[in-house]
């Protein structure tokens, strides 16, 4: 990729990036299906199970490649592709196909389809939809709203957080469905509610990670979403016990960008995922805390630090290149 030191969204990365998920979301195959079969009735294939989301290797990353392709749209509509994407949603955002994503919801083998990773995905494709004046959100809005019932049926039921690098990750999901316009105005509360009630007493992270299937950074993440939910005053003092030696880059694990060994093995991948989530996430947590504290500078540079060894990567392999670049655009596009 060109201007690998970037580290804000230009319309060469914006048009780069639109090129890379223009080459997968129609891309059938390799494919990893969440599909479970209840008889030989059930063996299809991707194009037939999910009329939009059958590209990308799997269901989610289909997704946030249409979330990136919207959001590269919408900020830098000047991009040559732009015409090629507003084709593509026109043809794929039907209400037929809308109609089919949502029957395979209705399965009752399809409770915890994608769970929570895919529902917080597609309600974040759907608020970036709704800032679009095309129909494509009114189009989608079904299989959002059924992704929000979801949403609201499972918190109550999710006594414990999920801690993980990974697509289980509660804090992730919540983070991203805190950017949704609910149609329900108890989301907003619940998602609040849920996250306070699990990380409110949470102190001196010790931050063992990143595991080498992890994408995610499940320290940084959680002070990501208290950023959200808390009132800023709170929120500060919060992650003032939450990372009590931040300003001196402590734990150092947080502050040292992840190294994948092999970029060709699907789950090594997940490393330049980690530093491209990570920098999104700090520049969260600087954008909540106040100008003033050293750890605002600090978390800061250590976003730029995370980009820069990770955005030159973001396309080469497949295994990465069918979902990084929705990473890059959350960090690039962040506060």
């Known amino acids: 990729m060109s201007s690998p030191s970037a580290d804000r969204l230009t319309p060469e990365l914006?048009?780069?990036?639109?090129?890379?998920?223009?080459?997968?979301?129609?891309?059938?195959?390799?494919?990893?299906?969440?599909?479970?079969m209840t008889g030989p009735q059930d063996a299809r294939g991707p194009r037939d199970l999910h009329p939009i989301f059958?590209?990308?290797?799997?269901?989610?990353?289909?997704?946030?490649?249409?979330?990136?392709?919207?959001?590269?749209?919408?900020?830098?509509?000047?991009?040559?592709?732009?015409?090629?994407?507003?084709?593509?949603?026109?043809?794929?955002?039907?209400t037929g196909n809308v109609d089919a994503e949502v029957a395979y919801l209705d399965r009752p083998s399809s409770r915890g389809f994608e769970r929570p990773y895919g529902w917080a995905w597609l309600l974040k494709l759907q608020a970036e939809l709704e800032r679009?004046?095309?129909?494509?959100?009114?189009?989608?809005?079904?299989?959002?709203?059924a992704f929000e019932d979801r949403?609201?049926?499972?918190?109550?039921?999710?006594?414990?957080?999920?801690?993980?690098?990974?697509?289980?990750s509660t804090a992730f999901a919540l983070r991203l469905a805190w950017d949704y316009p609910a149609g329900e105005a108890a989301l907003p509360s619940l998602i609040r509610d849920r996250a306070i009630a699990w990380h409110k007493d949470d102190r001196d992270a010790n931050a063992w990670e990143p595991s080498l299937d992890d994408f995610l950074s499940p320290t940084l993440m959680t002070a990501?979403?208290?950023?959200?939910?808390?009132?800023?005053?709170?929120?500060?003092?919060w992650f003032a016990a939450y990372?009590?030696?931040?300003?001196?880059?402590?734990?150092?694990?947080?502050?040292?960008?992840?190294v994948p060994p092999d970029r060709s093995d699907g789950k090594m991948a997940h490393l330049d995922g980690v530093n491209l989530s990570?920098?999104?996430c700090w520049r969260e947590i600087a954008a909540a805390l106040?100008?003033?504290?050293?750890?605002?500078?600090?978390?800061?540079?250590?976003?730029?630090?995370?980009?820069?060894?990770?955005?030159?990567?973001?396309?080469?392999?497949?295994?990465?290149?069918?979902?990084?670049?929705?990473?890059?655009?959350?960090?690039?596009?962040?506060?």
């Open 54 to 94: 059958f590209g990308s290797y799997d269901w989610h990353s289909c997704v946030h490649g249409y979330w990136t392709l919207a959001t590269v749209l919408r900020l830098h509509p000047e991009i040559p592709e732009a015409a090629q994407v507003r084709a593509l949603f026109d043809e794929i955002f039907t």
């Open 224 to 237: 990501a979403l208290m950023s959200h939910v808390m009132a800023r005053e709170a929120f500060r003092a």
């Open 290 to 335: 106040d100008p003033a504290d050293p750890v605002a500078s600090v978390a800061e540079q250590a976003a730029r630090a995370h980009l820069a060894a990770s955005l030159p990567h973001v396309a080469g392999d497949y295994m990465g290149e069918h979902w990084l670049a929705s990473f890059a655009l959350l960090a690039l596009t962040a506060p």
């Open 132 to 145: 679009h004046p095309e129909a494509w959100a009114r189009t989608l809005r079904p299989l959002a709203d």
């Open 14 to 36: 914006a048009s780069q990036f639109a090129r890379i998920a223009l080459g997968h979301v129609t891309r059938e195959y390799p494919n990893k299906l969440d599909h479970v």
């Open 151 to 168: 949403l609201l049926a499972f918190l109550p039921l999710a006594r414990y957080p999920i801690r993980t690098g990974v697509h289980s």
């Open 278 to 280: 990570r920098a999104w």
């Open 243 to 258: 990372l009590p030696n931040a300003a001196r880059q402590a734990p150092a694990s947080l502050f040292t960008p992840a």
